[in-house]
């Protein structure tokens, strides 16, 4: 039987510690003494092994951004004196499978990180590249070198307890029957016929995306029970019905663009495959405050468990909806009753219109952040569109308040053609009651 990867990395304190003499006082330290970045880094790393490995589409990857995240937090948690656990906060999650902290042991929280965050990637990637499995291990050993001069009982009790952190959330994870989730992202689904019904745009795929993926279980059941008051405007062809203005609203809009409104489209559209996909590119804008912030480990895990969540529900309540009334996208529209000659920039998303699960997901994001660091707060966003890395739609782009990056995201879905105003506004309400409902879970003992 070959030694795992896991042998490899653990070598050097084996043999390092049996050179020196064994320190059994060691300071008891907590994860707020730690910096965040060994969580950024593990975060990092995972919105590139969603861009790179095929199958994490938005919906599949939000679900993944969550559970990461709730294990990281969870595999600090217990460090933390005034905090407590999700077990019992959120829906079939007892903290079963995780033994509790050794009375009077030291443990090196970022180890414990360390060792959580790889373990739980590995399972959730397992179809990755080899080379990206390295990734992951070659991490893992950055931290591991780094603490090389730990006390070595301290060392292994760490990366045990931070293993089986990640084991009982992977195996939380797979309650929700979603484990192979990224492999079957077009199962056979029947469309309705009718003239506001939902037609593929693509003509080598004509299967809508993940359609079932409403019934996958949420993490708060509240953020499903609002989806009886998002309906969608009545359908009309009538060129006096405001439908019908929203449609040509969209036209309007999205014919003729300058260049700078194309970079706009292109620079949010976080295209599956080629990007981190939205709830990627949110996580990337959190990163970015929780650095200027300095937050310490304690408080990363935390915030980004809220967040993670938070766009998991995002995706599920906005596809119940999207599958209760699979409606037409305005490319599709436009084409049959304004101009059958239109073209959108890029090719339109393999779901229903209504809501735009774009703006649900950024909106549940801001809301959340709001609470946390005010509205007010300039941040600098970038693009990992690996297909235009060097192209001035990919540059980053500043903005002076969360709101004002709202706006431009939520806005360039009319601006692309993917989504008519109405729609929009009504998945911004959708996604700050979600992104309230996290902030506000009381993790306080």
Known sequence: MKPSKLFFVLI??????????ETSNSTIHQPSEYSSEVAIEWINLERFLVRTTPGFTAPVAAR????????????????????KSYSGLINGYQRTGIPVLETSASYNWELVVNACMSSVMKQFFKT????????????????????LS???????????????VADAIFNYAKSDGQENAHL???????LPNSPWSWKSTNMNNHRPLQPYWGSVRPFLSVDTAYNPIFIPQDFSTDPASL????????????????????????????EDGETSTPAGHSLSILTSILKNENENLAKAAEVYSRIGMALHDAYVASWKIKYTYNR??????????????????????????????????????VSAMDVLYGSNYSVTVSNDNKKMMVNAECQPRSFSTLYQLLYEQIHSRLLGGFNLWGSIELSIYQGNLIGRNFVYIDLKK
Not at 184 to 190: A, C, E, G, S
Not at 335 to 355: A, R
Request: with cysteine; charged share 20%; hydrophobic share 35%.
């Open 184 to 190: 079957n992202n077009f199962p056979d689904y029947n």
């Open 243 to 270: 439908y019908y203005s929203q449609a040509n609203e969209v036209y309007n809009q999205s014919s003729n663009q300058d260049l700078e409104t194309m970079n706009v489209v292109k620079f949010w559209n976080d």
């Open 64 to 83: 993944v951004y969550a559970y990461t995240s709730l294990a990281l937090y969870e595999s600090v948690v217990a460090g933390i004196p005034e905090n």
């Open 328 to 365: 037409i996208r305005p490319e599709t529209y436009i084409k049959q009753y304004i101009d059958p000659n239109y073209t959108t920039l890029l090719e339109t998303d393999p779901s229903p219109e209504f809501p735009c699960s774009h703006a649900v997901q950024i909106a549940a994001v």
């Open 150 to 164: 730990s006390d070595q009982t301290e060392i292994l009790r760490s990366v045990n307890y931070g293993r089986q």
């Open 12 to 21: 050097p304190y084996i043999l390092f510690s049996a050179c020196r003499k």
């Open 128 to 147: 990755a590249s080899l080379s990206n499995l390295d990734s992951i291990f070659l991490l893992e050993k950055k931290y591991v070198d780094k603490n």
